[in-house]
């Protein structure tokens, strides 16, 4: 192919200038046990929660949670008749769970297409979300949820999980119970709960560690039942069992402010009372 | 997934089965069902590899190709990983109807495998920033009959451990520009260090037990399975809830236990097998795909 030697061509994919710049070897814990993000937390404390039900008015039900600078809004659509005809399912109905990142919400530019990325997590959340929903009293239909992640700082499954079974509990579908999400993060012999994006880069100085992972679980608090288990990065099983045991505290942790949340939406939502 | 239909009965017969440590095909709750591994296969790919897993059959080609490394990390290569149903596998699979699964299972894949800790990928790069060894990672299903997961693991092992990656050195011309020579001998190659690469595990929940390599009609009674991905020295690299139910915090303790020690189990032989054959040479009889 004849090239224009007159002009310089840029490179085919383009990146952003902030991957290039040398890394300042950050530290997880600054001093003490003060987190990197600034705040008074401990390395066991989620990050303060804002979240409120019932954003947008076109769907069945939606929630909005945002945690630090994670910022995620979900809406649920349905019950209501499946799109496909031949997957209708006369027994039970269909949840679908579709995650999303808006392009600007990482540190690097996403597509508007969803990616496998995107796919995979859509898929986590789905099967988190499944065991909550009283599917059976949905026969042959559909309910949709979708969850559309504006900021992401830290790992977003676990908010997403958690927003999602907000904004299903506002459009009145049965479930069992809430599903709540947490991440934890752990390098070495130190555990941070909740972590923003800064503590979940790996090797810092480019050095290597050991016993380096991410847990995200989603629990049902009332049954303490665990309806979904991520991990990666190289754990000892010790290790992996503490995790999933902060993982578990924080979610009980969280609850009480889902819980006030969900109070407040139907305190909104009730008729006034007659006197 | 292909399924299988369970009726209430069948489903207590298996949930005693496994409640008294018997299954049906007279297997005890850990035990693995006749593992085949063969590899050299396929004579177009730079590894490739067998499994079969019971019923269960796949094959995986690894074919490496020179790119460009990731700008966030110059100086290493890469793994890709391409899940295939095809139609052969079950019928279901047709058209578009086996792109989900074959998602579900890439994605785990690179999971599994991302970290600086299974794989030297700093032995994948040839010139930093310009050009590093890519592997590109084939796996095709060519028979289902449940434990997926822990097939594919097994024959990606295998197949990395047959990829023979042929050797490159590069020559500088006296304007500076950089070329990249193949050695004439085809013989002379580098061969990717597999020791640290994982087998997945899945555990199926099924009743108050879990067992593992469950069969597709065991799979109908589980309401939940967990996947752990296990080092040779026993650290975990991905751990995964897959299905539709939920289990208790108990229950995962144990799971990740028995993951665990089984999935530490599982590599000495693998690895002892595949250094058998390939001692053998061209000695070794081949077995192909209808032995």
Known sequence: MPVDRRRIRGPDESQSPYHFISKESQKCLASGDRRSDDSQRGPLDIRPIFARCGLNSQAKGSAYIEAGNTKIICSVYGPRETERKDETDMKSGRLVADMRFAPFACHKRGAWVQGNEEKDLSLGLLESLRPGVCLHKYPRSQIDVCVMVLESDGPALSHAVTCASLALADAGIEMYDMVLGCTVRHTGTTQLLDPTFSEVQDDQDGVFVENQGSVTLSLMPNMNQVSGLQSDGVMEQESLKAAVQACIEGCYKLYPVIQHTLLKTVRKNAPPSEN | ?291
């Open chain 2, 1 to 291: 997934m292909a399924t299988v239909q369970v009726s209430e009965a069948e489903k207590l017969y298996v949930l005693h089965g496994v409640r008294d440590d018997l299954r049906v095909d007279g297997r005890g709750c850990e035990d693995y069902r006749h593992v085949e591994v063969e590899t050299d296969v396929v004579s177009n790919t730079d590894g490739s590899a067998k499994v079969s897993l019971g019923h269960t059959n796949v094959l995986v080609g690894v074919k490496a190709e020179i790119g460009k490394p990731k700008p966030m990390v110059p100086d290493e290569g890469y793994l890709e990983f391409f899940v295939d149903c095809s139609a052969n596998a079950t019928p279901e699979f047709e058209g578009r109807g086996g792109e989900g699964l074959g998602i579900e299972l890439s994605n785990t894949l690179v999971k599994v495998f991302s970290n600086k800790h299974c794989l030297d990928l700093k032995s994948l790069c040839i010139s930093p920033g310009e050009n590093c060894w890519v592997l590109y990672v084939d796996v095709l299903l060519l028979q289902c009959d449940g434990n997926l997961f822990d097939a594919i693991s097994m024959a990606i092992k295998a197949a990395l451990f047959n990829t023979k990656i042929p050797k490159v050195h590069i020559c500088e011309d006296e304007d500076g520009g950089k070329e990249i020579e193949l050695s004439d001998d085809p013989y002379d190659c580098v061969r990717v260090n597999v020791e640290n690469i994982p087998c997945i595990v899945t555990l199926c929940k099924i009743g108050h037990r879990h067992v593992v390599d469950a069969t597709l009609q065991e799979k109908a009674c589980s309401v939940a399975s967990l996947l752990i991905s296990v080092t040779h020295t026993g650290m975990v690299t991905c751990v995964r809830k897959v299905g539709g139910g939920s289990l208790d915090p108990e229950s995962i303790f144990e799971m990740t236990e028995t993951g665990k020690r089984v999935g530490k189990a599982l590599h000495a032989p693998l690895m002892e097998l595949l250094q058998k054959e390939e001692s053998l040479g061209s000695k070794r009889q081949k077995v192909g795909f209808l032995g």
